[in-house]
């Protein structure tokens, strides 16, 4: 397997981060206390920087030392998101906090189809011109409205790759190193479990969480359907959209069906996400499942409510300091995406940017 890419040495990543924030050699010099000479002999590595150097460029330029100076990976250190594909695919490329270049096959995400940064053609990695790996943040999760964030974020130069995961997968892609950060909601307020115990039970410590928003849950139902509370829906014989194990949706309705005495209806069919629930109920295909009131509104759907969920993101520490981290901290905090987010059906950001970092009980 051999990976061929463009503007992908060390020098060239420094080169390629000053032309992609508009800076000249002698901007980005005055910026580090370096010459011109200096900075164009360190992009056409005729000159390797010291490591103070090294931290003058990155901290110029909003990015890690590692990001600008790792190493070039070897074709088989490439980092395959679920593994090498065997066929050919399109490729969207990010880097890890320890500045590896991961590969991501293309998939619907909750913006739709992205453009994608490099072809696969079984052997090669064909990279596009201008591609920025380092401006590249994967966020795993169920945000039916993550696109505003998103757009916040393209504003301060950060694209946003918004995988559709249900918030144990965004908490597994998390984990393993494969997103930047992951939204999730498994907090239960009957055990008086929060997002935070979940997360340090499944992540460990050294991670930050983040509140996003407090979102209304409940039952979006099909016309023709006459229940005027979730307990009479939940007694009626219904064809069901479930969600898969391990998600907050899921986990909000086994909840439901419990505390009703309830059996847990077998689903007609599992959706992956809150969006493809409405979906599923809006097209005929269930006439009941349980989502967030904003997609339900969204699909025209009667929708009853059952449950406030605190909607939480969450990313390691050691990223505090990443151009990308910093970026979505400061769009999560900003006045706008409150507004806009705050405006939406069934959203509330009362405790919007709130954080805490996860430590030992």
């Not at 992540?203 to 407090?214: D, F, Q």
């Amino acid at each position: 397997m051999t990976c061929r890419s463009h503007d992908n040495g060390a020098g060239n990543r420094v080169r390629q981060m000053r032309t992609a924030q508009g800076l000249s050699q002698e901007q980005l010099a005055a910026a580090t206390g370096l010459s011109r000479t200096e900075i164009s002999a360190i992009e056409n590595a005729r000159l390797t920087p010291s490591v103070a150097v090294a931290l003058r460029l990155a901290r110029a330029l909003g990015a890690s030392a590692e990001a600008l100076f790792a190493p070039e990976e070897k074709t088989g250190q490439l980092r395959w998101v679920g593994g090498t594909p065997e066929t050919p695919c399109r490729v969207w490329l990010s880097r890890s906090i320890s500045g590896a270049l991961t590969a991501l096959p293309v998939e619907r995400t909750h913006m739709g189809t992205l453009p994608h940064d490099a072809q696969w053609d079984g052997t090669t990695l064909h990279v596009r011109d201008g591609v920025t790996p380092e401006k590249t943040l994967v966020m795993a999760g169920c945000d039916s409205a993550v696109g505003m964030l998103a757009n916040s974020l393209a504003e301060r130069g950060i694209r946003v790759i918004p995988l559709i995961r249900s918030s144990r997968r965004a908490l597994s892609m998390l984990r393993a190193g494969f997103a930047h950060a992951a939204g999730f909601h498994l907090g239960d307020d009957a055990s008086h479990a929060d997002n935070g115990a979940v997360a340090r039970a499944l992540l460990g410590t050294g991670y930050r969480l983040t509140r996003m928003v407090r979102w209304q849950e409940g039952l979006a139902l099909a016309d023709g359907i006459d229940a005027r509370t979730t307990s009479e829906a939940l007694r009626r014989e219904l064809r069901w959209v479930g969600r898969e194990a391990g998600s907050g949706a899921q986990a909000c309705l086994d909840r439901l069906l419990a505390e009703h005495g309830t059996q847990n209806p077998v689903p007609c069919k599992t959706a992956a996400s809150h969006y493809e629930v409405a979906q599923s109920v809006a097209m005929g295909w269930a006439e009941a499942g349980l989502c967030t009131q904003l997609v339900a509104e969204e699909a025209r759907l009667q929708f009853l409510p059952a449950r406030r969920a605190d909607y939480d993101l969450c990313w390691p520490v050691a990223l505090d300091d990443d151009l990308r981290l910093r970026a979505l901290f400061e769009a999560v905090c900003s006045r706008r995406v409150r507004e806009l987010y705050g405006s939406l059906p069934g959203y509330e950001t009362g405790r919007t940017g709130d954080t805490a970092v996860l430590e030992t009980a």
